[in-house]
C-alpha cells in the first residue's frame, strides 16, 4: 500500500473523476482541445463552426474513422470479411430499437442474453420492434437471480446456458453491464465464447477499447463514446458489411445501416464536435502505445481495488463471481449503509467524485475508464484500505 492517509490530504490539480458515464477524460485531450478551441488548424475558427461538408471538418471526421480501424483492428474487406464504422446519434439507447429495426425481418426471430440491467432495456427496445415487424424476440439464457435482497446479477453465463434458434437473425449480449459491474472475458487474453455461426450484435458502451478484441467475433458492434472513447453525443457503430446490406429497406433511411454506411456517416450533420473530441482521444490512446498497453494500465487499476476488496473480506463485499468482476466498473458495498455515506463523504473531501452505485442497485461504484488515471485509483485503493484498517 502506498503511503498513509496523509497523503490524500494534498489537493489535487484535477478531480479523481469515477463515474460511470459521461466520465473521466484525459488531461492531455482537454487542454489540446482547449488550445485550438477559438481557431482550429489556423482556420480563424472553432472546429464547431465548421460545415460538416467542408475540408478541415472532413479531415478530422475521416481520421476519427481511420484511428478506430487501426486501434481496434478492425477488417476492412468486403462482404462478411470487413466492417464499417459509423458514427450515430442517440445514443446506445437508440441502438437497442435500431438493431432489431434493421436486423429483424417477418418471421424473423433474435436471441438476447441478460447478464444485467442493460441487457434488460435492449430486449424491451427490441420487442417493441419485433411487434411491428412480425418477428420474435426471446431470452436465449438470464443470469438473473431470484434471490431476494441479493445482487440480481452476478455473473455472464457460459455458451452451453444460452438457447439458440435457427430462425434467429442474431444473438445480443452486453460484454460488460455498467450497473452491475458484470463484464466477459475477463482474465487476461479470455476470448468471448463462440456461439457458432449466428451474427453476434454486442452493447459495448461501457467496454470498447479497452482491451485489444476479435471484431470478427461479432456481426456488430456499437458503444457511445462517453465512457472510454470521449465525449457523449456519438455512438459508435462497427457493423460487418453483409449485415449493412442485408439489413431491411422498408424502414426510414435515418434508421437504415445502409444509409450512414453509404455516405461515411455525412447523411445528416454529425455531431461535429463529439467526433472531434473522440480522435483526440483516439489518439491519445495510439500515443500511450495502443490497446495493448492500455489493457497493461486498465488491470493494474481494477487489480488495485480488486486487491483491497480481497484483503478485507469482512469489510468488503463484491457481489460478483470472480471470473465475471468487470474491470471498468468495480461495484461493492461496505458492512452498512452509514458506513457507505462516510466512505464517499471522505472520498469526496479528498476530491474523488462518482463513488455511488447506480440508485437501482445501491452500494458504490468505481468506474476505471481508459481516462481515469492510475494515480486516482492508487489514492483511491488508499483510502479504502485506511478505512477497513480503521473498522477492523
Ligand atoms: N448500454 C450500456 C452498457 C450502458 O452503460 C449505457 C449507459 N450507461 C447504455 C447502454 C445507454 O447509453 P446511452 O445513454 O448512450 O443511450
Known amino acids: 500500500m502506498p503511503a498513509t492517509d496523509a497523503s490524500l490530504m494534498t489537493p489535487p490539480s484535477r478531480t479523481m473523476n469515477f463515474n460511470a458515464g459521461p466520465a473521466a477524460l484525459p488531461l492531455a485531450v482537454l487542454e489540446a482541445c482547449r488550445d485550438e478551441l477559438v481557431d482550429f488548424g489556423n482556420t480563424g475558427m472553432s ?28 477488417p476492412d474487406g468486403t462482404g462478411a470479411d470487413g466492417y464499417d464504422i459509423l458514427f450515430m446519434q442517440g445514443g446506445a439507447s437508440q441502438q437497442f430499437a435500431q438493431v432489431a429495426m ?73 460484454t460488460n453491464e455498467t ?14 465464447p463462440s456461439f457458432g455461426a449466428v451474427p453476434v450484435v454486442a452493447d459495448m458502451s461501457s467496454d470498447i477499447a479497452w482491451r485489444p478484441i476479435d471484431v470478427r467475433q461479432f456481426g456488430l458492434i456499437y458503444a457511445g463514446a462517453q465512457k472510454n472513447l470521449g465525449p457523449s453525443g456519438v455512438t459508435v457503430v462497427i457493423i460487418r458489411r453483409d449485415l449493412v446490406e442485408a439489413g431491411r429497406t422498408d424502414i426510414p433511411v435515418i434508421f437504415q445501416y445502409r444509409t450512414a454506411s453509404r455516405n461515411t456517416s455525412l447523411y445528416n450533420t454529425p455531431p461535429t464536435f463529439s467526433i472531434y473530441l473522440m480522435r483526440q482521444v483516439l489518439a491519445w490512446i495510439g500515443n500511450l502505445g495502443g490497446l495493448d498497453a492500455v489493457e497493461a494500465r486498465n488491470r493494474a487499476k481494477s487489480g488495485a481495488i480488486y486487491r483491497v476488496i480481497d484483503r478485507f473480506p469482512e469489510f468488503y463485499r463484491c457481489p460478483v463471481a470472480v471470473e465475471s468482476r468487470s474491470m471498468m466498473n468495480i461495484v461493492f458495498r461496505l458492512p452498512t449503509p452509514a458506513l457507505e455515506e462516510a466512505f464517499v463523504a471522505t472520498a469526496e473531501a479528498h476530491g474523488m467524485v462518482g463513488l455511488w452505485g447506480h440508485r437501482s442497485v445501491g452500494g458504490i461504484r468505481a468506474s476505471l475508464y481508459n481516462a481515469v488515471e492510475p494515480a486516482w485509483v492508487d489514492a483511491l485503493a488508499q483510502l479504502m484500505h485506511d478505512t477497513a484498517t480503521r473498522h477492523a
Not at 108 to 117: C, D, E, K, R, T
Not at 119 to 145: F, P, Q, Y
Not at 179 to 192: E, K, L, N, R
Request: net charge negative.
Open 102 to 174: 434493421n436486423l429483424l425481418s417477418p418471421g424473423a426471430s433474435a436471441g438476447y442474453i441478460i447478464s444485467g440491467v442493460w441487457g434488460e432495456k435492449a430486449v424491451a427496445e427490441a420487442r417493441a420492434v419485433a411487434l411491428h415487424a412480425e418477428a420474435s424476440v426471446r431470452v436465449a439464457c438470464t443470469t438473473a437471480s431470484s434471490t431476494p435482497g441479493g445482487a440480481k446479477y452476478v455473473r455472464v453465463p457460459g455458451a452451453d446456458e444460452v438457447s439458440l434458434a435457427p430462425s434467429d437473425a442474431y444473438l445480443h449480449l452486453t
Open 179 to 192: 450497473i452491475d459491474g458484470v463484464q466477459y472475458a475477463t482474465a487476461p487474453g479470455a476470448v468471448f
Open 47 to 74: 472546429i464547431m463552426e465548421h460545415s460538416h461538408r467542408g475540408a478541415a471538418y472532413e479531415a478530422v471526421h475521416n481520421d476519427a474513422i481511420a484511428r478506430l480501424r487501426s486501434l481496434m483492428a478492425i
